[in-house]
C-alpha cells in the first residue's frame, strides 16, 4: 500500500454553492473550495462531511467537474445518489450552508498520448467522474470523437449526463434493463456488439462491481488495456483504518485499498470471479 502524500491533501471549511435535485433519487452539489483543489485529477473523489447535521463519518464522492471562475477554480461539483441516511440529509442541504471537504484523494485515470480510441463505460452514478475525464482530455487536445461512451442503468432516470456528453462530441451508446431509454439490456452487451466492430486502445470503467467484473473480463478476453474506478465503503479516505481492502491478484499484495492505490485499478489486478 503506497503512502499518501499529505502536501496534495487539503482539508476545507467551506459552504454549499447550490444543491439541485436533477431527477429522484439523483442530485448535483456544488461546493466552494480554494485553489488548492486545482491539482485534482479525474478519477480522484474527496471525502464530505457534514458538520453535525450527520453523526457519523464523512462519506467518498468522485469529483465530476471543477467550478471556474476566470480560468482559476472555486469550487467542485459532485453528482450524487441518495441510497441512505447521509446523502439522504444531504439532498436537504442549502445554499451557503456549512460543510467540510477533504481531498484530492486516491488516484484517477492515466490517459496515455498514444491512445488513438477509447472507450468509457458508465453505470448509474458511476458516470459522476466520467464528466471530469472527458473535460481532461479534451484539454489535453484529444478528439473526443474518437471516444465511445456507454451509459447503463435500470431506467430512464438512471442515465445521466448523456446530453452534456453528446454535445461535447462523444458518440454515446445507451442501455436500460428496462428498455425506456436507448436498448433493452446490459450496458455490458453494447459493449460486447461494439467492440466487434470497432477496437479501442483501452477501457475505462465505473460502476456497480458486478459491472467491472464484466468490463475487466471483456478487456482480458480480448486484449485490451482496461482502468476501473471501484467503489468499497470508507471510513477515513486516508488509509488510516484499513477498512476499504480489496481482494487483489496479480500483485505482491493480498489486498489493495480503494483509498490510497484507488480508486482506479489496471483491470489485470482486479478479482473477477
Ligand atoms: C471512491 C468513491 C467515490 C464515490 N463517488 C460517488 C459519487 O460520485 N456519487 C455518489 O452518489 N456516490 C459515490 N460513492 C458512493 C457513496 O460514498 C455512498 O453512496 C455513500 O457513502 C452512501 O452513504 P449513505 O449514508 O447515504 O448510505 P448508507 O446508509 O451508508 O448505505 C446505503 C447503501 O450504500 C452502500 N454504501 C455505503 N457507503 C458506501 C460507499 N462508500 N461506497 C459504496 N457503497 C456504499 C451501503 O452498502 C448500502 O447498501 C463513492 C464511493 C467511493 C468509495
Ligand atoms: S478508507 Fe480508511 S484505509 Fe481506506
Redesign the pocket.
Known sequence: MRDIDLKMMIREKTIVLWNKKITSPYYNIGIQCGEGFSSSKPGQ?LMLNLQGRHPFLR????I?RLIKKKGTVVGVE????V??????ILASVKKGEPVDILGPL?NGFLFKNSFRRIFIVAGG?GV?PMLFFALSLRSKGFDLCRSTLFIGGKGQKDILCADTFANMGIDILIATEDGSRGKKGLVTDLLNTRLKKNVADIIYACGPVPMLKQVARIARLDGIECQIST????ACGVGACLGCAVKAINSSNRYMH?CLDG?VFDSANFDIS
Open positions: 473523489f462519506r467518498p464522492f468522485s465530476h459532485l453528482l450524487y445518489k441510497v441512505g441516511e447521509f446523502t439522504g486516491g452514478i459522476a467503489e468499497s465503503v470508507m480503494v480508486p
